[in-house]
């Protein structure tokens, strides 16, 4: 029997997500005193959050 905590059968996901061509990674987003509430946001690897048409930072589940 094999145990369900075993690291080879485990899903892996070191792909890397990409918006515009640029690799982009989840970040924490606190937006609470603007009304945006708090979310997981998208951030490219400058540092540099990825913002929508209306200037709210673009959930990272959406890319």
Avoid: C, W
Wanted: hydrophobic share 25%; no cysteine; glycine share 12%.
């Amino acid at each position: 029997m094999t145990s369900k905590n075993n690291p080879g059968r485990r899903s892996r996901q070191d792909q890397a997500k990409v918006f515009d061509g640029k690799k982009v990674k989840p970040v924490l987003y606190v937006g609470s005193h603007v009304g945006h509430g708090r979310y997981i946001a998208t951030q490219e690897e400058n540092g540099k959050l990825v913002f929508d048409k209306e200037g709210k930072p673009i959930p990272y589940s959406q890319i």
